[in-house]
């Protein structure tokens, strides 16, 4: 199972790395308003120092255009930049169009903004690299959002799609745990829900005890 973060901050890339589990980096403009950039260059720069960070992996880097000629440039443009740069286009009649074309051209696409079984089976038929439901997103407004991913799981069984399921929206780490007994490709979360994967009460409780004993004998 693969973890990918949804951040744009560097500082959180790096401690990933440096854990080991860093597989990815999605971003959206939310999270880019974040970051103080004032300019579209220094936007671009910063994809280009995350992609520098990591090892393998990509970095799903989201259009802003609505209209297709627009996220068709602009799609160009962020592909052109670095190889692990995947393009991030919205569930739209224009996205969809988009990904079809840029699937043509072999660059990748991660299709965003999914709240439907629907809109998964449209981004798998146009040959986007990655569907992105939000299950977090669905939960606040009263539906599962893992019965969903559940159910793009099965159909993408059924037709052999191969577009990979990456998990949004990640709100806990219970959201992480169902996605892996799903089987799905990965999740994409804030780092410190993943980080809560670490914490175990009877782990401390266990360590704490063994070093005690070891220096109760031994200088
Ligand atoms: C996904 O690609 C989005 O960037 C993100 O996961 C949305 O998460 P949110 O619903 O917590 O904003």
Do not use: W
């Not at 080991?20 to 260059?41: A, C, M, R, W």
């Not at 671009?44 to 520098?52: A, G, Q």
């Amino acid at each position: 199972m693969k973890f990918f973060l949804d951040t744009v901050k560097l500082d959180e890339i790096k401690k990933a790395k440096e854990l080991g589990f860093l597989d990815g980096v999605t971003t959206n403009p939310s999270l880019i308003s974040k970051g103080y950039f004032s300019s579209k260059n220094e936007i671009f720069n910063h994809y280009i120092s995350i992609c520098n960070i990591l090892e393998n992996g990509d970095i799903s880097a989201e259009v802003i255009g609505n209209n297709y000629d627009d996220i068709i440039q602009e799609g160009e443009e962020l592909s052109s930049l670095n190889h692990k740069i995947v393009v991030k286009v919205p569930m739209t009649k224009n996205g969809i169009r988009a990904i079809k074309f840029f699937s043509k051209k072999n660059i990748s696409t991660n299709c965003t903004l999914v709240f439907s079984l629907g809109q998964a089976i449209l981004a798998a038929k146009v040959g986007a690299k990655y569907v992105s439901p939000f299950v977090g997103r669905l939960d606040d407004i009263s539906y599962n959002g893992l019965n969903l991913i559940k159910e793009i799981k099965n159909v993408y069984n059924n037709y052999g799609f191969q577009t990979k399921i990456l998990a949004a929206s990640i709100r806990n780490p219970l959201h992480i745990l169902e996605c892996s007994k799903i089987g799905i490709y990965a999740v994409t979360s804030p780092i410190n829900i993943i980080l809560s994967l670490f914490h175990h009460p009877m782990t401390e409780i266990g360590l704490d005890k063994f070093i005690k004993d070891y220096n109760k004998k031994i200088n």
